[in-house]
């Protein structure tokens, strides 16, 4: 079993910083790419930014330059660091981990519950 547990969202007016972090827990074996994802009100889910096992980066480009994707791989964990927050960046955030429970088995994707972030003055 997996769980993705993420932390670090709240209230920030525009042109805070806010910083997120996802931690993978339970019989994992291996992970490739971890990410984030968002979902304004009323729309869909779409992607913030990936980073791969090695450390490569991709972002969506309304982010690019504001934010930045890290991960600690000795503590299966990633984080968001959101700097310059705009009211559009609002939405809930999640956690995605793409992996493997076991040496044999396949990689899924798992999800994180969500974090709420609100920019507003």
């Known amino acids: 079993q997996v769980q993705l547990v993420e932390s670090g969202g709240g209230l920030v007016q525009p042109g805070g910083s806010l910083r997120l972090s996802c931690a993978a827990s339970?019989?994992?074996?291996?992970?490739?790419?971890m990410g984030w994802y968002r979902q304004p009100p009323g729309k869909q889910r779409e992607l913030v930014a990936s980073i791969t096992s090695d450390g490569s980066t991709n972002y969506a480009d309304s982010v690019k330059g504001r934010f930045i994707i890290s991960r600690d791989g000795a503590k299966n964990t990633v984080y968001l660091q959101m700097n310059s927050l705009k009211p559009e960046d609002a939405a809930v955030y999640y956690c995605n981990a793409h992996l493997r429970t076991t040496i044999r088995g396949s990689r899924r994707n798992y999800w994180g519950q969500g974090a709420q972030v609100t920019v507003s003055s």
């Open positions: 339970g019989t994992i074996f291996s992970i490739n790419d």
